[in-house]
């Protein structure tokens, strides 16, 4: 498959425990987040997103709680399963989209 | 099926040859970009377009050129390309002009240029 990332931060946990992964972003301006997913040889997948008058949204398994005082994004999953693993990037919307580095998650069964 | 289709997923071209990737949505989005993704980097924007026949540069657009005459396609142009373009390319597109809404991405197309 696609390389997407060799030396991105990587968080590994084990199967069935929940994940937490951080952004930080820089635009205090910015009014829409989204996280997002991408395996091995894909483009990136939407998991969920958030605007900045809210600070947290839940979806099926996944949370994602924004922090505006400290522009601090995370992303939880709820009961990792193998299939989650991936390379999850947060993104921050103005006037255009801005990326995170991006952060591997590896489940270890 | 709502989708954003490159072309071609891979392709290895000599320096200077120019190139083009495609890209083409069905989902009659007017925002379109195009992202390359290097290692340690994350996606880096490359150019974007709000609509049809206005593009825009985005963090990297040094050699590099795009097009918009329609509004499903978005072709983005390597007029010479060099080893430093080699890149994990995406193409996305999101329904609103101003870009606060979902981007749906292509499946990426891998470039080596040698």
């Known amino acids: 498959g696609e390389s997407v990332g060799l030396h991105l931060p990587t968080l590994s946990v084990q199967e069935g425990d929940n994940s937490i992964i951080n952004c930080a972003y820089s635009n205090s301006a910015s009014d829409y987040f989204i996280w997002y997913k991408q395996e091995s040889g894909k483009g990136p997948q939407f998991i969920i997103d958030i605007r900045s008058n809210m600070d947290k949204r839940q979806g099926q398994r996944v949370t994602v709680l924004l922090n505006k005082t400290v522009k601090h994004l995370s992303l939880q999953i709820a009961a990792t399963q193998p299939g989650d693993s991936a390379v999850y990037f947060c993104?921050?919307?103005?006037?255009?989209?801005?990326f995170g580095p991006g952060t591997r998650l590896s489940v270890l069964p | 099926e709502a989708q954003v289709t490159q072309n071609p997923r891979y392709l290895i071209t000599v320096t200077g040859k120019k190139l083009t990737v495609t890209c083409s949505q069905n989902?009659?989005?007017?925002?379109m970009s195009w992202y390359r993704q290097d290692p340690g980097l994350g996606l880096r924007q490359i150019y974007y377009?709000?609509?049809?026949?206005?593009?825009d540069k985005g963090d990297v657009p040094e050699g590099y050129k795009v097009s918009r005459k329609e509004k499903r396609n978005f072709p983005l142009i390597l007029e010479s390309p060099s080893p430093n373009q080699t890149s994990l390319y995406f193409c996305?597109?999101?329904?609103?002009?101003?870009?606060?809404?979902?981007?749906?991405f292509g499946q990426g197309t891998r470039l080596t240029v040698v």
């Open positions: 993104a921050e919307s103005g006037q255009n989209f801005v």
């Open positions: 996305a597109s999101s329904l609103l002009g101003r870009a606060n809404t979902e981007a749906f």
């Open positions: 377009s709000m609509n049809v026949e206005v593009t």
């Open positions: 989902m009659n989005h007017e925002y």
